[in-house]
C-alpha cells in the first residue's frame, strides 16, 4: 500500500524569505500523480501544484515549485518570497495513475507560520 | 463557475443519532469523494463516487454510507453517531474518476456530543 510522509509537523518563515516544505512517499507503481494542497485556518483546501510522475520537468505556479525526485521518492515544496496569507496547513498526496478508481492518499500535514 | 458546496456547515448530534451531510459538485464534474479530517487522524478517505456508482470505499464501518444522484450531487450518512465520528467532512469533485485534480468543498463540522 502507498504511504505518504511528511516528516515536519510544523514550520515556520520570515516574510520574504523562501521555504522548503518536505514530503517522502512509498510506492511500487511508476505512474502517479503528485499534489500539494494548502488548507488555511477555518478555509477549504485548495490545490497549489500538481506533478505526473512521467513529467521529469518540476511543476511550477507562481512562488510555488516543486523539487521532483523519483528515484529518491520525494517531493518537496518550495515557497519563495513568502507571505502572510501563505500560513496554512499544506498537504502532500499521491494519486496512482496506474488504476482508474484509486483513492487519494493524504500525508499529516505541516503547519506552516508564516512571520512579519 | 461555482465551486463544491457543502451542506450544513455545521452540526452537533447526539451519540446514537444518525446524520446526513450533503455534497454538491462542480458543474459538470461527475465525481465525488468524501474524506473524514480529525486532528489524529489526518485526512482519510470514505469513498468516492463516479455516475452513481461508488467506485472506492476506505477502511471506515458500515455506518458510514453514501449515495450519488443523477445530477452528480451527493450525500453521505452515518448512522448511530459516535463520540469518534467528530470530525471535519469533506467532499471533492472532480471531472472523472481516477486521474483527474480533486477540488475541495468548505467541509461539515460534525460535533457528536
Known amino acids: 500500500a502507498q504511504t505518504v510522509t511528511q516528516s515536519q509537523p510544523e514550520m515556520s518563515v520570515q516574510e520574504a524569505e523562501t521555504v522548503t516544505l518536505s514530503c517522502t512517499y512509498d510506492?511500487?507503481?511508476?505512474?502517479?500523480?503528485l499534489f500539494w494542497y494548502k488548507q488555511p485556518p477555518s478555509r477549504q483546501m485548495i490545490l497549489v501544484i500538481r506533478?505526473?510522475?512521467?513529467?521529469?520537468q518540476n511543476a511550477t505556479e507562481n512562488r510555488f515549485s516543486v523539487n521532483f525526485q523519483k528515484a529518491a521518492k520525494s517531493f518537496s515544496l518550495k515557497i519563495s518570497d513568502s507571505q502572510l496569507g501563505d500560513a496554512a496547513m499544506y498537504f502532500c498526496a499521491y494519486r496512482s495513475a496506474e488504476t482508474s478508481y484509486d483513492k487519494v492518499i493524504f500525508g499529516p500535514g505541516t503547519s506552516l507560520s508564516v512571520i512579519p | 463557475k461555482a465551486g463544491v458546496t457543502q451542506t450544513p456547515r455545521y452540526l452537533i448530534k447526539t451519540r446514537g443519532q444518525q446524520v446526513t451531510l450533503s455534497c454538491s459538485p462542480i458543474?459538470?464534474?461527475?465525481?465525488v469523494s468524501w474524506y473524514q479530517q480529525t486532528p489524529g487522524q489526518g485526512l482519510q478517505f470514505l469513498f468516492e463516487?463516479?455516475?452513481?456508482?461508488?467506485?472506492n470505499k476506505g477502511n471506515f464501518p458500515g455506518r458510514f454510507s453514501g449515495r450519488q444522484f443523477s445530477n452528480s450531487r451527493s450525500e453521505m450518512n452515518v448512522s448511530t453517531l459516535e463520540l469518534g465520528d467528530s470530525a471535519l467532512y469533506l467532499c471533492?469533485?472532480?471531472?472523472?474518476?481516477?486521474?483527474?485534480?480533486?477540488?475541495f468543498g468548505p467541509g461539515t463540522r460534525l460535533l457528536v456530543l
Open positions: 471533492a469533485s472532480s471531472l472523472s474518476a481516477g486521474l483527474e485534480t480533486q477540488y
Open positions: 506533478q505526473e510522475a512521467y513529467k521529469q
Open positions: 463516487y463516479f455516475s452513481e456508482t461508488q467506485r
Open positions: 458543474s459538470g464534474h461527475r465525481s
Open positions: 510506492t511500487s507503481e511508476s505512474d502517479y500523480y
